[in-house]
């Protein structure tokens, strides 16, 4: 045990000079969607596919940090405090994705552009022709009234009331906490919290099957929800643990974070490489085992054909090499090697996020077969990243900007500092 | 401990909730390392002739209905698996149920021993070592139906990989022979799980015995333990990965018994959510059973400062979570099971809430989702009443999910001219409840004869366990002073009382 | 006390009422350099392990170690037994199913890694170790109580019993007591010896029994543990029932002479028996043109009136022949089916084989197609019959195909205009794939 603990002022912790590097940041985004949409001229349809790659891998850095600060709340968690406030500011890249849903998918969906989502096209629906591939898609005509337009717009608009609210109402609180330092913020925060972790898991399930799923229309795993969230949680710890490392560096967090809580990241990021992959085999070998048509043909095109490789990838990448590198404390309470394992979190999402969507890019499409395609990773995907990066890092940090990096109102402060782990 | 009126600070008085203060996890103004050992090993060192009356009539019951469960495996393996009420197309009827009725159940204890310990949940102290030993007979009990619905009992063993005279392995690509690692694997390793966290209390017992026999039974079984600090740490080091191996155990064994579901095309059954969601629903019973049995045990065996109103608190809230989890698996399943398309899939689904089993289905979402909802309410949660109820309708609703899983599916599969209807024979009502025979009578005799608190452990988590930094006073006093209101100046770091 | 009496000493102990008593006393046995010695608490003491100097376990290597032993064995296990030492084909999934051997393979990781763990640590502990003459103080008894106990053990190097006692008592401990070494008798008295010995020879018993048994034979029926199974209450048909009841002594009646089953009045000869209308029909496995009575048969030569002869019958002839016959008689009709290849390929030839016949041979395409269709009804030589496979119009629509067959391919027939006939096709022109499935 230490011995008193210093809990820092509110000068200490102030996040200052930030807008600096929020306003670069939103011109480098500007700029990457910009020279994406150049790119994407002749091809709309890989834009669109681009873009929503980067755009879930940014969403979901975000919804991973919403359910983290909410599950503090529920579990009225003591460690945690010290980085929540980095998490309750992650989450306040809520209204730039926004932005983004609206000009990459409502406003093309309300146009009746079928350049991400194929069922938008009402001729792909219900032809009989050529362009269906000379069958009448039975399976999808008949949720024709789920997966429509105006349907998939109203309900984007309620995810992102949902998750900007949710993130308003924890972010704001914490926030005003900061300056009355009243106790009553952290128990109307946690009685919240069951209803808001509720209303977040329905949000981003039927998000995820709307963004994700139904880019095959055909397809449906009762999983895909569970599937898309852990790999949401996984990523935003990573992130959550880069963006204290580098609060940490500038001085914000300095003497207030240590390797403790960075060795409670890296255990709740081991344990959801080890969720992720459960929930990944779980999905795959069910549908495996039952060989059913219908349901194995998204896996038989990722696995038999061109994307071997890539799925091959997957399963290294995400799986085994983190799994045997989290697993030593010594890894975990190192600075400098977690930050390189958090990279490799990150990186390992994008490709698991690239595997959902790439494969779909022609699917569907007359004459193409996506187990004959193959990955073409391109300029495209990469200036998306940078496009929709620049606008998330803009979201984050023009939240913080000014605001303390710590949660130094919260009643729980010191326990957190003084946390020790067994 | 009364000493911090939150009132004082002039805000609102927020109870036992107060966030600037971790309730202590042992109610009580006077209570010392000295004063837990006695109330827990009091239990066990009771002279047979002063039992518990209570006790001994429950455990009187308990003997009658295993002996009703005696007599029916005897009928049953005597007579040939006819006499149960599974039928063509229902093969799986009341065993396979109780089967997975009773896995689920043994979920809770390992929860609560492994994935609690690892999440730093103090509270589990008071209540792992029972919840354990109920993980345990209740795998006991769910052993048994599988061993006994398999017909011949006398070659249980070709379920095992054992060389024999017909040069024959068993299938490996089989769900079911999934089971039989994942469920005895479970057992085992549940079994070394309690029994180590029972050595250093087992040396309690050993120490404080007063005749021959305890003296030579505790202290075989506690192999000699002195409490060597060199020890401990190996000991504690081996709980933990212990904890560490338990927690994907325990993930792995529900999901596998989902997967001799989920693995086959029978429409209702053949959904990817299944893994997690039995295993949200076995915790959900699990801790609804643990509820069951330690709302009463404390009461009659004087453990109510150990196991305080804050442990129901927190377990009503677990029990409201994961309610919520198989409340969020029957949505999805229902939403895909339409939007899949189909025809199948969305029928089995239609007929479950529909059809002539749609009794056992609205039972199953009203003790399951419905109930558990009144836990949202503190003062439901306080009331002991009311937990015991919810927690019985609980284990009756995930009676039900079993049922409706496995019977709804089978009795209406594809083929409409081989549809059919499942009733149950008295023996299959019987055979269940000597489970219950099966299971108390066991879970009795731990009450009765075992430290039914994880004393050790309990201790670790007081205030005393943790001096007094480096100051002379040492004892309750010195934790009084919870930190002031945190403006931002020296605070004392908190003891770690209850770290949640 | 002198030094002669220390010999008599297991250790000093002293006791203590708290954790920090007992974090201090350790600190300062360890700075005065001590190493035989142990502290003994009721719990855990957080970071009593720093103050002793504890060096951290190897236990969680050893548990790696065993766990990914486990995760070898599971796998070896199952592809031995499923993969390698009896194969057999199941839900379409192929012998080596790494999807559905990860289950089992995790379990005995775990199982391998959980009772590593268990018993490393017991044996790192050097336990069960029941003789421990701490154990005989009283006041030793309170430390899986409420007390704190250091224990100084004589062997230590630095060890002088004054020393120790001021040391101690110097740490504030509540009491410092000898804890003298144990002279009771260790060795355990020879009956327990006897016993040991002869129960260990009976677990041997069943252990032999089951291994005689294994490897002896015997001349006695197995024993039969639920009689009712193996002998069951019932009749079988075509057996004997002396009860007197019927005259025949029949366990099941014969039907009524003439009885004619639903949908099987057969009175179109061309079509269920390839004879002319009016002719007398084959019995079911002679072929020759006589019965025994010498009555001729009329073979059909073209085919029956309720069979129409169209595209849709050689489509459905040719998916039949295709299921049916094409692995004997080749796709193509000339005999060169998988069946016949491989049975080439082990030279079965030797041991009495026959090999299909070629379709495309003169005497398959002189016979009449009422011959034919008997043929594919009741079989001929070696060749089996498919009237309880096949339907009777199938089967029309098999020799159909087979005349078309013929037709497209009979070398000595083929019309001028489609090009040189190909040469007959040997065995040798086909690659087999060695396995049988």
């Known amino acids: 045990m230490h011995g008193p603990i210093e809990i820092p002022s509110r000068d200490q912790v102030v996040a200052r000079d930030l807008g600096g590097i929020a306003k670069a940041s939103l011109i480098a985004g500007l700029v990457g969607i910009g020279v994406s949409v150049l790119l994407g001229m002749s091809d709309m349809t890989r834009f669109g596919h681009s873009m929503l790659v980067a755009l879930m891998f940014f969403l979901s850095i975000g919804l991973g940090a919403l359910f983290f600060v909410l599950l503090q709340h529920v579990t009225s968690a003591g460690w945690s405090v010290v980085v929540r406030r980095v998490a309750e500011m992650l989450t306040g890249i809520f209204p730039m994705m926004a932005l983004v849903v609206v000009g990459l998918i409502a406003i093309p969906a309300l146009m009746g552009k079928a350049w991400i989502y194929d069922w938008l096209s009402h001729d792909w629906v219900h032809a009989e022709g050529e362009y269906a591939g000379g069958e009448y898609r039975g399976l999808i005509a008949g949720?024709?009234?789920?997966?429509?337009?105006?349907?998939?717009?109203?309900?984007?608009?309620?995810?992102?009331?949902?998750?900007?609210?949710?993130?308003?109402?924890?972010?704001?609180?914490?926030?005003?906490?900061?300056?009355?330092?009243?106790?009553?913020?952290?128990?109307?925060?946690?009685?919240?919290?069951?209803?808001?972790?509720?209303?977040?898991?329905?949000?981003?399930?039927?998000?995820?099957?709307?963004?994700?799923?139904?880019?095959?229309?055909?397809?449906?795993?009762?999983?895909?929800?569970?599937?898309?969230?852990?790999?949401?949680?996984?990523?935003?710890?990573?992130?959550?643990?880069?963006?204290?490392?580098?609060?940490?560096?500038?001085?914000?967090?300095?003497?207030?974070?240590?390797?403790?809580?960075?060795?409670?990241?890296?255990?709740?990021?081991?344990?959801?490489?080890?969720?992720?992959?459960?929930?990944?085999?779980?999905?795959?070998?069910?549908?495996?085992?039952?060989?059913?048509?219908?349901?194995?043909?998204?896996?038989?095109?990722?696995?038999?054909?061109?994307?071997?490789?890539?799925?091959?990838?997957?399963?290294?990448?995400?799986?085994?090499?983190?799994?045997?590198?989290?697993?030593?404390?010594?890894?975990?309470?190192?600075?400098?090697?977690?930050?390189?394992?958090?990279?490799?979190?990150?990186?390992?999402?994008?490709?698991?996020?690239?595997?959902?969507?790439?494969?779909?890019?022609?699917?569907?499409?007359?004459?193409?077969?996506?187990?004959?395609?193959?990955?073409?990773?391109?300029?495209?995907?990469?200036?998306?990243?940078?496009?929709?990066?620049?606008?998330?890092?803009?979201?984050?940090?023009?939240?913080?900007?000014?605001?303390?990096?710590?949660?130094?109102?919260?009643?729980?402060?010191?326990?957190?500092?003084?946390?020790?782990?067994? | 401990?009364?000493?911090?009126?939150?009132?004082?600070?002039?805000?609102?008085?927020?109870?036992?909730?107060?966030?600037?203060?971790?309730?202590?996890?042992?109610?009580?103004?006077?209570?010392?390392?000295?004063?837990?050992?006695?109330?827990?090993?009091?239990?066990?060192?009771?002279?047979?002739?002063?039992?518990?009356?209570?006790?001994?009539?429950?455990?009187?019951?308990?003997?009658?209905?295993?002996?009703?469960?005696?007599?029916?495996?005897?009928?049953?393996?005597?007579?040939?698996?006819?006499?149960?009420?599974?039928?063509?197309?229902?093969?799986?009827?009341?065993?396979?149920?109780?089967?997975?009725?009773?896995?689920?159940?043994?979920?809770?204890?390992?929860?609560?021993?492994?994935?609690?310990?690892?999440?730093?949940?103090?509270?589990?102290?008071?209540?792992?070592?029972?919840?354990?030993?109920?993980?345990?007979?209740?795998?006991?009990?769910?052993?048994?139906?599988?061993?006994?619905?398999?017909?011949?009992?006398?070659?249980?063993?070709?379920?095992?990989?054992?060389?024999?005279?017909?040069?024959?392995?068993?299938?490996?690509?089989?769900?079911?022979?999934?089971?039989?690692?994942?469920?005895?694997?479970?057992?085992?390793?549940?079994?070394?799980?309690?029994?180590?966290?029972?050595?250093?209390?087992?040396?309690?017992?050993?120490?404080?015995?007063?005749?021959?026999?305890?003296?030579?039974?505790?202290?075989?079984?506690?192999?000699?333990?002195?409490?060597?600090?060199?020890?401990?740490?190996?000991?504690?080091?081996?709980?933990?990965?212990?904890?560490?191996?338990?927690?994907?155990?325990?993930?792995?064994?529900?999901?596998?018994?989902?997967?001799?579901?989920?693995?086959?095309?029978?429409?209702?059954?053949?959904?990817?959510?299944?893994?997690?969601?039995?295993?949200?629903?076995?915790?959900?019973?699990?801790?609804?059973?643990?509820?069951?049995?330690?709302?009463?045990?404390?009461?009659?065996?004087?453990?109510?400062?150990?196991?305080?109103?804050?442990?129901?608190?927190?377990?009503?809230?677990?029990?409201?979570?994961?309610?919520?989890?198989v409340g969020y698996a029957y949505a999805i399943e229902f939403f895909i099971a339409w939007y899949g398309g189909v025809q199948y899939e969305s029928f089995a689904f239609v007929n479950r809430a529909f059809g002539n089993y749609a009794w056992a289905y609205w039972i199953m979402v009203s003790c399951n989702v419905i109930f558990p909802q009144l836990f949202w309410s503190q003062k439901m949660r306080r009331n002991l009443w009311v937990v015991m109820l919810i927690s019985i309708t609980t284990n009756i609703g995930m009676w039900f999910e079993r049922f409706v899983i496995t019977v709804t599916s089978l009795s209406r599969d594809f083929l409409p001219s081989s549809w059919g209807y499942f009733s149950p024979t008295w023996v299959d009502m019987l055979m269940f409840l000597g489970s219950f025979g099966l299971f108390f009578t066991l879970f009795l005799l731990f009450l009765r004869f075992l430290p039914t608190v994880a004393m050790a452990e309990v201790k670790s988590v007081m205030p005393q366990a943790h001096g007094a930094h480096g100051n002379e006073t040492h004892g309750h006093g010195a934790h009084d002073e919870t930190p002031a209101l945190p403006a931002g100046g020296a605070q004392t770091a908190p003891a770690q009382r209850h770290e949640s | 006390m002198a030094d002669s009496q220390d010999q008599e000493l297991h250790g000093v102990v002293g006791y203590f009422t708290d954790v920090d008593g007992i974090k201090n006393a350790s600190r300062k046995i360890r700075d005065a350099g001590f190493q035989r010695w142990d502290t003994y608490t009721p719990f855990p003491v957080h970071g009593i392990d720093g103050e002793m100097g504890i060096k951290p376990t190897i236990l969680p290597w050893i548990v790696l170690g065993m766990g990914l032993t486990g995760m070898g064995v599971g796998l070896l296990l199952q592809w031995y037994t499923n993969a390698y030492d009896y194969v057999f084909e199941i839900s379409g999934k192929p012998d080596w199913s790494l999807p559905a051997n990860i289950p089992v393979a995790f379990e005995?990781?775990?199982?391998?890694?959980?009772?590593?763990?268990?018993?490393?640590?017991?044996?790192?502990?050097?336990?069960?170790?029941?003789?421990?003459?701490?154990?005989?103080?009283?006041?030793?008894?309170?430390?899986?109580?409420?007390?704190?106990?250091?224990?100084?053990?004589?062997?230590?190097?630095?060890?002088?019993?004054?020393?120790?006692?001021?040391?101690?008592?110097?740490?504030?401990?509540?009491?410092?007591?000898?804890?003298?070494?144990?002279?009771?008798?260790?060795?355990?008295?020879?009956?327990?010896?006897?016993?040991?010995?002869?129960?260990?020879?009976?677990?041997?018993?069943?252990?032999?029994?089951?291994?005689?048994?294994?490897?002896?034979?015997?001349?006695?029926?197995?024993?039969?543990?639920?009689?009712?199974?193996?002998?069951?209450?019932?009749?079988?048909?075509?057996?004997e029932w002396n009860t007197g009841l019927f005259e025949d002594n029949r366990a099941m009646r014969l039907p009524v002479a003439g009885t004619i089953p639903l949908g099987e009045l057969r009175d179109d000869y061309e079509f269920y028996y390839g004879v002319a209308q009016g002719s007398i029909a084959p019995p079911p496995v002679s072929k020759t043109e006589v019965d025994d009575s010498g009555v001729a048969y009329q073979w059909l030569d073209g085919y029956p009136t309720a069979v129409v002869v169209d595209e849709a019958l050689l489509e459905r002839g040719r998916q039949r022949y295709n299921i049916n016959c094409s692995m004997c008689h080749g796709v193509r009709g000339n005999g060169l089916g998988s069946v016949a290849l491989r049975a080439d390929k082990i030279g079965a030839q030797e041991t009495g084989w026959v090999a299909p016949k070629s379709l495309l041979e003169d005497s398959a395409e002189n016979y009449s197609n009422g011959e034919l269709f008997h043929i594919a009804s009741h079989g001929v030589s070696s060749m089996y019959g498919y009237a309880s496979s096949v339907t009777t119009q199938d089967r029309w629509a098999i020799v159909s195909y087979v005349r078309a067959l013929q037709a497209t391919q009979g070398i000595d027939r083929l019309p001028d205009d489609v090009g040189p006939a190909q040469p007959a096709p040997r065995p040798e022109d086909f690659r087999v794939s060695d396995s049988s499935r």
């Open chain 1, 143 to 422: 949720k024709e009234s789920y997966l429509n337009a105006t349907f998939l717009v109203v309900r984007l608009a309620v995810y992102f009331v949902i998750f900007i609210g949710l993130s308003r109402f924890f972010g704001g609180n914490s926030l005003a906490q900061d300056d009355d330092q009243d106790p009553a913020r952290t128990v109307k925060m946690q009685r919240r919290s069951g209803i808001s972790i509720i209303l977040f898991g329905l949000a981003t399930t039927f998000c995820s099957f709307d963004l994700l799923m139904s880019l095959n229309a055909e397809w449906f795993s009762t999983m895909y929800g569970v599937y898309f969230f852990a790999g949401c949680f996984w990523s935003s710890l990573a992130t959550l643990a880069l963006a204290t490392m580098w609060l940490e560096k500038r001085g914000q967090l300095k003497d207030v974070v240590n390797e403790e809580h960075y060795h409670d990241i890296g255990k709740l990021m081991f344990a959801f490489t080890f969720f992720w992959s459960y929930v990944a085999f779980s999905q795959l070998m069910l549908y495996w085992y039952a060989d059913i048509s219908e349901e194995t043909m998204w896996f038989n095109y990722r696995i038999w054909g061109e994307w071997n490789g890539f799925s091959i990838l997957l399963l290294v990448g995400h799986f085994l090499i983190p799994m045997l590198g989290l697993l030593s404390r010594h890894v975990k309470r190192r600075r400098n090697v977690l930050a390189a394992w958090c990279v490799y979190v990150l990186l390992f999402h994008y490709v698991d996020l690239y595997w959902n969507v790439m494969p779909e890019l022609v699917n569907g499409l007359p004459g193409l077969d996506p187990a004959e395609v193959g990955p073409a990773f391109g300029l495209i995907d990469i200036t998306s990243v940078l496009g929709i990066g620049g606008l998330f890092l803009y979201g984050f940090l023009s939240k913080l900007d000014g605001k303390p990096a710590l949660a130094i109102g919260d009643p729980r402060l010191a326990e957190s500092m003084a946390f020790e782990n067994i």
């Open chain 2, 1 to 325: 401990m009364s000493s911090q009126d939150p009132a004082a600070f002039g805000g609102p008085s927020f109870g036992d909730e107060d966030p600037r203060q971790r309730p202590l996890l042992v109610d009580g103004e006077h209570e010392d390392f000295a004063s837990v050992t006695q109330a827990v090993s009091g239990i066990p060192e009771v002279e047979l002739q002063k039992t518990n009356k209570a006790w001994i009539a429950c455990f009187m019951v308990s003997l009658g209905l295993l002996g009703v469960l005696g007599a029916m495996l005897a009928h049953l393996i005597l007579t040939g698996v006819g006499v149960w009420g599974n039928n063509n197309p229902v093969y799986w009827g009341w065993p396979i149920v109780n089967f997975v009725f009773w896995v689920g159940i043994g979920h809770a204890g390992t929860l609560i021993s492994a994935v609690l310990f690892l999440t730093r949940q103090n509270w589990r102290t008071a209540v792992n070592r029972a919840a354990e030993a109920m993980t345990i007979f209740a795998v006991v009990c769910a052993g048994m139906f599988p061993g006994v619905h398999i017909g011949r009992v006398w070659v249980a063993y070709w379920l095992f990989p054992l060389p024999n005279q017909m040069a024959m392995w068993p299938n490996f690509r089989s769900p079911l022979l999934w089971d039989v690692f994942a469920v005895s694997t479970y057992a085992s390793v549940s079994l070394v799980f309690w029994y180590m966290g029972m050595i250093p209390d087992l040396a309690t017992l050993r120490d404080r015995a007063s005749n021959t026999a305890r003296k030579i039974g505790y202290g075989i079984f506690s192999l000699g333990w002195t409490g060597s600090s060199r020890h401990w740490h190996r000991y504690e080091r081996a709980y933990l990965l212990l904890a560490a191996l338990a927690t994907p155990l325990v993930l792995s064994v529900h999901s596998v018994v989902s997967f001799d579901f989920a693995t086959s095309q029978v429409p209702g059954w053949h959904t990817t959510i299944f893994p997690p969601y039995f295993v949200a629903g076995a915790i959900f019973s699990g801790f609804a059973m643990v509820l069951t049995l330690m709302v009463p045990a404390r009461q009659f065996f004087g453990l109510k400062h150990i196991i305080t109103m804050k442990h129901i608190d927190v377990m009503c809230r677990i029990l409201m979570a994961t309610g919520l989890l």
């Open chain 3, 108 to 239: 005995t990781t775990i199982a391998f890694s959980a009772f590593t763990t268990f018993f490393g640590m017991l044996a790192l502990n050097k336990l069960p170790h029941l003789s421990n003459p701490l154990h005989k103080l009283e006041r030793f008894k309170r430390v899986t109580d409420d007390r704190f106990a250091l224990c100084i053990e004589a062997t230590d190097p630095a060890f002088h019993a004054e020393r120790v006692r001021t040391l101690l008592a110097g740490a504030n401990a509540e009491f410092v007591e000898d804890c003298p070494r144990d002279t009771s008798r260790a060795a355990l008295p020879m009956w327990f010896h006897g016993m040991a010995a002869l129960l260990t020879c009976l677990t041997f018993i069943p252990l032999a029994v089951a291994f005689k048994g294994r490897f002896a034979t015997s001349d006695k029926p197995r024993y039969h543990v639920w009689p009712d199974m193996d002998w069951q209450r019932k009749r079988k048909t075509q057996t």
